[in-house]
Nanobody
Framework: QVQLVQSGGGWVQPGGSLRLSCAASGSTFSLNVMGWYRQAPGKQRELVAQ???????NYADSVKGRFTISRDNAKNTVYLQMNNLKPEDTAVYYC????????????WGQGTQVTVSS
């Protein structure tokens, strides 16, 4: 059994920064792929950033150059540093971890609200 616990998020003005964290506990040895998704009101959940065990990362076009995903494998934790935030980044952010990119079984964090407004 795996549990993901998220922290961070909150309210920030446009241009500001936030950092999200997601820590896994339990049977974490096979969680190679770690990612962040977000869901805005009335929209589908979308991939924001993803990191594989081989060091490959990919980002949604809308966040490239502003967001950075990183991980601490020793702590089974993934981070999302979000800079130059825009109102359109407002959403509930979820972390997701799974063994491979082809795995149907995945674990999700509880979600955390990020609100960007003046």
């Amino acid at each position: 059994q795996v549990q993901l616990v998220q922290s961070g998020g909150g309210w920030v003005q446009p241009g500001g920064s936030l950092r999200l964290s997601c820590a896994a506990s339990g049977s974490t040895f096979s969680l190679n792929v770690m990612g962040w998704y977000r869901q805005a009101p009335g929209k589908q959940r979308e991939l924001v950033a993803q990191s594989t065990g081989g060091g490959f990362t990919n980002y949604a076009d809308s966040v490239k150059g502003r967001f950075t995903i990183s991980r601490d494998n020793a702590k089974n934790t993934v981070y999302l540093q979000m800079n130059n935030l825009k109102p359109e980044d407002t959403a509930v952010y979820y972390c997701k971890m799974r063994a491979t990119v082809y795995s149907l079984n995945a674990y999700w964090g509880q979600g955390t609200q990020v609100t960007v407004s003046s």
